[in-house]
Each structure stands twice: as C-alpha cells, then as structure tokens.
C-alpha cells in the first residue's frame, strides 16, 4: 500500500474522488490530502480544509458556506490550512512512518488536528476535484443545534480542545483554559442546560488530563 483515505462513515464520496486525491497528493510533498466536504442537507461547503484558532481551542473552516460549486484559490486555501478534515484524508505512508499514527488519546475530535499539526515537512494540499458529500452529525449526534448534539459529542469536544491545546500550545494554557470555559456558556444561553452540565464536565475532563474513552459513557457491565 502506498496511502490510506480515511473517511467518516457518514460520507458520499463522488465517484472520481479517490482518482483525485491522489492525483493531488503526486503533485508535491504532500503528506496528507484532503477533499471538497459538501454538507448534504443544504449542498453548501462545510470547508475545504481547517484553520485552528489557538487562542479559544477552535477551528475555523474554509471555505464555510459557499456554494458546493464555488470555485476557490487552491494555492490560498492551502497556505491557510493548518488542518485537513478528518471527514475526508488522503495520507500518504512515508507521512505515517515518518509522523506515525493519529494520537488515540483523543478518542474522538482534535486528532486530525493533532496528526497534521505533527506534519514536518510535509504539506498539506487540497483536491478540489475530491467531492465528498457530508451527512454531518450522522455518526454521534454533532449536530449543528447545541440542544440536540449528544452528550458524548459534547463532553469528547470540550476534553479534546484542552489536550491539543496541553500538547502543542502548553505556554498559552491557562489561558486557553479561561476562554474555552466561558465559550461552555453558549450551551446555556441557547437554552441547552442539559448539554452546558455537559460542556463543564469535559472541560473539567481535559484540564486534568483525561485521555482515551470516556469511563462516564460506558456501558454497565453485564448481570452475571
């Protein structure tokens, strides 16, 4: 094998989609690849590649709601990216000898972020071309309303952008820390009390380290 595509499950991927990924990933040192990620319910962009915001633990999509058929510079969208998204990566396998694995720590959320923001000397690059449909929120409940994302989405996002932040940015975590927390209350003044419990919680999780699955969602054990 030469590359591995990851995709969420909740994704379509448009038949020539692979065909460009790695037609893009030949072209220059690019260690991973990543797709036009069209939202399926509105066909608009949910981005092209990602921005990560250190100073709130935040990322930032590029290309964000403009239409599925926009027509973006390449060159721009690349040197802005810092992320490829992790619905759609194309990644070559010196990059993963070279860099190694996705960071399970995570479990989930951040490690997409984490994986390219290890990437050396390798670029990140962008095939246009590569359309991926995305069902978004299918496969955990990330949904957009802070009411009905599920409480695993919830808890594993607010954990995951304080470890990332701990790893790469550790000079700047306190206050990371402080703004992160006041951002939980967005759960709260949406009316999402239930999920701003939440938000604290993993907050709370990520400033003490807490890796791997969450023990607070697994199942009971079995009656004997």
Same mark, same amino acid.
């Given at each position: 094998?030469?590359?591995?595509?990851?995709?969420?499950?909740?994704?379509?991927?448009?038949? /020539?989609?692979?065909?460009?990924?790695?037609?893009?990933?030949?072209?220059?040192?690019?260690?991973?690849?990543?797709?036009?990620?069209?939202?399926?319910?509105?066909?608009?962009?949910?981005?092209?590649?990602?921005?990560?915001?250190?100073?709130?633990?935040?990322?930032?999509?590029?290309?964000?709601?403009?239409?599925?058929?926009?027509?973006?510079?390449?060159?721009?969208?690349?040197?802005?990216?810092?992320?490829?998204?992790?619905?759609?990566?194309?990644?070559?396998?010196?990059?993963?000898?070279?860099?190694?694995?996705?960071?399970?720590?995570?479990?989930?959320?951040?490690?997409?972020?984490?994986?390219?923001?290890?990437?050396?000397?390798?670029?990140?690059?962008? /095939?246009?071309?590569?359309?991926?449909?995305?069902?978004?929120?299918?496969?955990?409940?990330?949904?957009?309303?802070?009411?009905?994302?599920?409480?695993?989405?919830?808890?594993?996002?607010?954990?995951?952008?304080?470890?990332?932040?701990?790893?790469?940015?550790?000079?700047?975590?306190?206050?990371?820390?402080?703004?992160?927390?006041?951002?939980?209350?967005?759960? /709260?003044?949406?009316?999402?009390?239930?999920?701003?419990?939440?938000?604290?919680?993993?907050?709370?999780?990520?400033?003490?380290?807490?890796?791997?699955?969450?023990?607070?969602?697994?199942?009971?054990?079995?009656?004997?």
């Amino acid at each position: 094998w030469d590359a591995i595509w990851i995709l969420n499950p909740d994704t379509a991927p448009e038949p /020539a989609a692979l065909k460009s990924l790695k037609a893009r990933a030949a072209q220059g040192s690019y260690g991973v690849v990543g797709s036009r990620i069209v939202l399926t319910h509105n066909q608009r962009i949910q981005m092209y590649g990602g921005r990560w915001r250190r100073w709130i633990a935040r990322g930032w999509n590029i290309g964000l709601g403009e239409p599925a058929s926009a027509t973006p510079d390449i060159a721009q969208v690349e040197a802005e990216m810092q992320y490829v998204c992790g619905a759609s990566m194309y990644v070559i396998r010196p990059f993963i000898e070279a860099v190694g694995p996705m960071e399970e720590g995570y479990f989930l959320y951040a490690e997409e972020v984490d994986w390219c923001l290890r990437r050396g000397s390798f670029r990140l690059g962008y /095939a246009h071309e590569s359309i991926v449909h995305h069902h978004h929120g299918a496969t955990i409940g990330s949904n957009h309303s802070r009411k009905a994302r599920s409480s695993f989405s919830v808890f594993l996002d607010e954990r995951s952008k304080l470890l990332l932040t701990r790893r790469f940015y550790p000079g700047i975590f306190p206050l990371v820390a402080v703004s992160t927390l006041l951002l939980t209350t967005q759960y /709260a003044a949406q009316g999402a009390y239930k999920n701003f419990g939440v938000a604290l919680a993993g907050w709370f999780s990520g400033l003490k380290g807490d890796t791997g699955f969450p023990a607070k969602f697994a199942p009971p054990p079995a009656r004997p």
